[in-house]
């Protein structure tokens, strides 16, 4: 089955795999790259967490706004919420 496979073979299958991998090993570096180096803190980017809590902030102003809870109520809740962050 192999019996005309040279070593020029082997070189171009070779060239064919490691080049195209090296390509996108280099573009993945320099997206990583370039996110380090824009300045913004990881923390600046809103994770589950944050969002889940800023949706229950959300929810929890919507309450006190309706006077469905008091603003005892509504502080103590908040504080729940910012303390579990």
């Known amino acids: 089955m192999f019996s005309g496979f040279s070593g020029w073979h082997a070189m171009i299958i070779l060239a064919v795999v490691v080049i195209p991998l090296a390509l996108i090993a280099l573009v993945v570096w320099l997206i990583v790259r370039a996110a380090r180096s824009s300045g913004a ?11 889940d ?9 919507r309450l006190r706004a309706a006077g469905q809870i008091s603003d005892e109520e ?12």
């Open 53 to 61: 809590a800023s949706a229950r902030l959300a929810e929890l102003e």
């Open 41 to 51: 803190p990881a923390s600046s980017m809103p994770t589950g967490a944050q969002s």
């Open 74 to 85: 509504y502080q103590s809740l908040r504080a729940q919420i910012l303390g579990e962050l």
